[in-house]
């Protein structure tokens, strides 16, 4: 499930009456996986917001409400709107090496609650907010090329101080070894060339060549590769080979 596919969602009260139309969804920050703890929704020109405990049931594009609390909602300071403040949103390590935008947010439902899993910085996040998913995964088979599916873990980014600050992933370059390669991976394309140069320079050897062996493009490995010094690529060279040999 999909922030984007919850936007403008019709809610319902118990009555089967239209309340409103979901503006966007309420966390607090600092949490793990957070839960939603409330709809935000437009009446009358109004912003109300609708405790979580009153839904019974969602879908794609429907609310439906075992009863109804209509609140005027009001800011406090721990309070993130998921829209607002996280879409669109550009993702930055704690050194301020630029990362990825924020095209779409996974969500997951779990006893009852549902909880942030992960944000999407791939191409179908981008295509899903623009109802092209079909399209574009049409025009990809005719193709023979895949649509990017690419998300990092809720848990491993830092939420906002102010809403005007980047959120920032939970990793500087002295940690990233400790990522799974293939979440490294997904970190290195969304950086542009100066930026990959520098972050596999402080990578290791072996964590260089194995998440260098996660990246989709065979040009981009290249292009990784000619751009650090000669020692450096020639031991992530040999690394992969060796790992090839492994597996």
Same mark, same amino acid.
């Given at each position: 499930?999909?922030? *984007?596919?919850?936007?403008?969602?019709?809610? =319902? *009260?118990?009555?089967?009456e239209l309340i409103g139309k979901v503006s966007d969804l309420l966390?607090?920050? /600092?949490?793990?996986?957070?839960?939603?703890?409330?709809?935000?929704? /437009?009446?009358?020109?109004?912003?109300? *917001?609708?405790?979580? +405990?009153?839904?019974?049931?969602?879908?794609?594009?429907?609310? %439906?409400?075992? =009863?109804?609390?209509?609140?005027? =909602?009001?800011? +406090?300071?721990?309070?993130?709107? @998921?829209?607002?403040?996280?879409?669109?949103?550009?993702?930055?390590?704690?050194?301020?090496?630029?990362?990825? %935008?924020? /095209?779409?947010?996974?969500?997951?439902?779990?006893?009852?609650?549902?909880?942030?899993?992960?944000?999407?910085?791939?191409a179908q996040g981008i295509a899903r907010r623009l109802f092209l998913?079909?399209?574009?995964?049409?025009?990809?088979?005719?193709?023979?090329?895949?649509?990017?599916? %690419?998300?990092?873990?809720?848990?491993?980014?830092?939420?906002?101080?102010?809403?005007?600050?980047?959120?920032?992933?939970?990793?500087?370059?002295?940690?990233?070894?400790?990522?799974?390669?293939?979440?490294?991976?997904?970190?290195? +394309?969304?950086?542009?060339? &100066?930026?990959?140069?520098? @972050?596999?320079?402080?990578?290791?050897?072996?964590?260089?060549?194995?998440?260098?062996? +996660?990246?989709?493009?065979?040009?981009?490995? &290249?292009?990784?590769?000619? /751009?650090l010094e000669t020692e450096k690529a020639s031991d992530i060279h040999?690394?992969?080979?060796?790992?090839?040999? &492994?597996?």
């Amino acid at each position: 499930m999909y922030l *984007s596919e919850l936007l403008n969602a019709d809610i =319902y *009260s118990e009555n089967r009456e239209l309340i409103g139309k979901v503006s966007d969804l309420l966390i607090k920050s /600092n949490r793990p996986a957070p839960q939603i703890l409330a709809l935000i929704a /437009n009446k009358d020109k109004v912003q109300f *917001s609708i405790p979580w +405990e009153c839904v019974t049931s969602v879908e794609k594009r429907v609310f %439906r409400l075992g =009863y109804t609390i209509l609140r005027p =909602y009001r800011e +406090e300071e721990n309070h993130i709107l @998921l829209a607002r403040d996280v879409l669109d949103k550009q993702i930055v390590d704690r050194q301020g090496m630029k990362v990825v %935008r924020v /095209n779409d947010l996974v969500l997951t439902q779990n006893n009852g609650q549902l909880l942030v899993w992960a944000v999407d910085v791939g191409a179908q996040g981008i295509a899903r907010r623009l109802f092209l998913s079909r399209l574009l995964e049409g025009l990809s088979r005719m193709m023979g090329r895949t649509l990017g599916a %690419r998300q990092i873990p809720w848990e491993m980014v830092e939420t906002l101080g102010q809403r005007t600050d980047p959120m920032k992933l939970k990793v500087t370059v002295a940690h990233l070894k400790e990522l799974h390669p293939a979440d490294l991976a997904d970190i290195v +394309e969304g950086l542009d060339r &100066a930026e990959r140069t520098v @972050l596999f320079t402080a990578l290791d050897d072996e964590t260089a060549a194995e998440t260098i062996m +996660e990246v989709d493009e065979p040009e981009m490995q &290249a292009e990784i590769l000619s /751009n650090l010094e000669t020692e450096k690529a020639s031991d992530i060279h040999l690394g992969r080979h060796d790992q090839g040999k &492994a597996g």
